[in-house]
C-alpha cells in the first residue's frame, strides 16, 4: 500500500524563523509529489515535484525531491504569521489515477 | 468559474439521514476527484471521475456512498442512511488532465458534513 509519512506533526515557531517540513513516500511507480497549504478548508497548490535534485521556488517557499532516498523537503524562510496553516504532502503514481496524502504538518508562526 | 466551487459548505445530519454534496469543477477540466478528510488527518481518495465516467471508485467506504457525475461536468456525492463516522470535510478536486499525468489539481473549500 502507497505511504506518505510527513514529520514533524506540529511546529510552533517565532516569525523570521526558518522551518523545513519533511514528507517521506513509499509508493509504487512514482510519477511526482505535490505539496499544498491548507487553511481552513482548501488545499492551495503550492509546488508539483517530478524530477530529483531540482529546486523550486516561489517567495519564501522552497522545496527539492530526492527520488534515491524517497524524500522531499519544504523550506519556508523568513516565516510570517499569515503562513500559519497546514502543509499537505501527496504523490501520484502512474497506477491509479489519484493522490495519496500524508497526514500533514501544522505549522504555527507566533509573534 | 473560477474555482471548484462545493455546496453546500456545512450540512448536519441525522444518524440515518441521506444527504447529497455537489462539486462544481473548473470549466474544461476533465479529471474529477472526491476526498474524505477526517479531523486531524490528510484527505483520503473516495473516487475519480474521467469527464462522465466513473473510473476509480476504490475509497469509497461502503456502498452507502455512491458518486455521479452524469454530463462530465457537474458532480454529486451521496451518502445514505449517514452514520457518525461519516462525519468528516469532503473535498472535491479537479484537474484538467486525465489522471495521473503531471498535473496539479486544484481543490474546492469542501463541505464539513456533522452528523448527529
Known amino acids: 500500500e502507497d505511504k506518505v509519512v510527513q514529520s514533524p506533526l506540529s511546529l510552533v515557531v517565532h516569525e523570521g524563523d526558518t522551518v523545513t517540513l519533511n514528507c517521506s513516500y513509499e509508493?509504487?511507480?512514482?510519477?511526482?509529489l505535490l505539496w499544498y497549504k491548507q487553511e481552513k478548508k482548501a488545499p492551495t497548490f503550492l509546488f508539483m515535484l517530478t524530477s530529483s535534485g531540482i529546486e523550486k521556488k516561489s517567495g519564501r517557499l522552497s522545496s527539492i525531491l530526492d527520488k534515491k532516498e524517497l524524500f522531499s523537503i519544504l523550506n519556508i524562510t523568513a516565516t510570517q504569521t499569515g503562513d500559519s496553516a497546514i502543509y499537505l504532502c501527496a504523490t501520484y503514481t502512474g497506477t491509479a489515477s489519484k493522490l495519496t496524502f500524508g497526514t500533514g504538518t501544522r505549522l504555527q508562526v507566533t509573534l | 468559474g473560477a474555482g471548484v466551487s462545493q455546496s453546500p459548505r456545512y450540512k448536519v445530519a441525522k444518524r440515518g439521514q441521506d444527504v447529497a454534496l455537489r462539486c462544481d469543477p473548473i470549466s474544461g477540466h476533465v479529471s474529477l476527484f472526491w476526498y474524505q478528510q477526517a479531523l486531524g488527518q490528510g484527505p483520503e481518495f473516495l473516487t475519480y471521475?474521467?469527464?462522465?465516467?466513473?473510473?476509480?471508485k476504490s475509497g469509497l467506504p461502503s456502498d452507502r456512498f455512491f458518486a455521479e457525475r452524469p454530463e462530465g461536468s457537474v458532480s454529486t456525492l451521496k451518502i445514505q442512511r449517514t452514520q457518525q463516522e461519516d462525519s468528516a470535510v469532503y473535498l472535491c478536486?479537479?484537474?484538467?488532465?486525465?489522471?495521473?499525468?503531471?498535473?496539479?489539481?486544484?481543490f474546492g473549500q469542501g463541505t464539513r458534513l456533522t452528523v448527529v
Open positions: 478536486a479537479s484537474s484538467r488532465s486525465r489522471g495521473s499525468m503531471n498535473t496539479e489539481a486544484f
Open positions: 471521475f474521467q469527464n462522465e465516467a466513473q473510473l476509480d
Open positions: 509508493v509504487t511507480n512514482f510519477r511526482s
